[in-house]
């Protein structure tokens, strides 16, 4: 078997792979009438803004938890690498919490109406350590 034979067997392994993991992942088996990684409008979570999907206090509080320790990271860091950190804080937050992400693409203010009523403290060091206006203003990607 020359090398080029087996290079281009190895690559379609590889892609052979890649898909078989792509097609798994975008496997979904929920059952939820909502979108995932939210709850219905029960009290039981924050209501983001009209028809927007609310957010479940625990993913509220996770992301709070998730920003707290990066804060002091992206103010050394700087205002644009900081904010890169920050989006993947926010991408890392979405990824576990069942695709809150597809919130986060109807309205990027979710992002700080979450902050605001769940930890605006964490909200407000995140504000000066990327010196924005609003943590949506941040947000690339959604």
Same mark, same amino acid.
């Given at each position: 078997?020359?090398? +080029?034979?087996? !290079?281009?067997?190895?690559? @379609?392994?590889?892609?052979? &792979?890649?898909?078989?993991? @792509?097609?798994?992942? @975008?496997?979904?088996?929920?059952?939820?009438?909502?979108?995932?990684?939210? $709850?219905?409008?029960?009290?039981?979570?924050?209501? !983001? /803004?009209?028809?927007?999907? $609310?957010?479940?206090?625990?993913?509220?509080?996770?992301?709070? %938890?998730?920003?707290?320790?990066?804060? !002091? $990271? #992206?103010?050394?860091?700087?205002? &644009?690498?900081?904010?890169?950190?920050?989006?993947?804080?926010?991408?890392? #937050?979405?990824?576990?919490?069942?695709?809150?992400? &597809?919130?986060?693409? +109807?309205?990027?203010?979710?992002? %700080?109406?979450? !902050?605001?009523?769940?930890?605006?403290?964490?909200?407000?060091? &995140?504000?000066?350590?990327?010196?924005? %206006? /609003?943590? @949506? %203003?941040?947000?690339?990607?959604?």
């Amino acid at each position: 078997m020359t090398v +080029r034979n087996r !290079t281009a067997k190895n690559t @379609a392994r590889a892609l052979l &792979a890649a898909g078989l993991i @792509a097609a798994a992942a @975008a496997c979904n088996t929920s059952t939820e009438t909502t979108v995932p990684g939210t $709850t219905p409008t029960d009290g039981g979570g924050i209501l !983001t /803004s009209p028809g927007a999907p $609310t957010i479940s206090a625990g993913a509220a509080a996770q992301l709070c %938890d998730m920003m707290r320790p990066e804060i !002091t $990271t #992206w103010r050394d860091q700087g205002v &644009a690498l900081g904010k890169v950190a920050f989006n993947g804080t926010v991408q890392n #937050w979405a990824a576990r919490n069942n695709g809150i992400n &597809a919130a986060i693409l +109807r309205d990027k203010e979710v992002v %700080d109406q979450v !902050t605001t009523i769940q930890c605006p403290d964490v909200r407000q060091e &995140a504000l000066q350590a990327l010196q924005i %206006d /609003s943590l @949506a %203003d941040a947000l690339a990607g959604f």
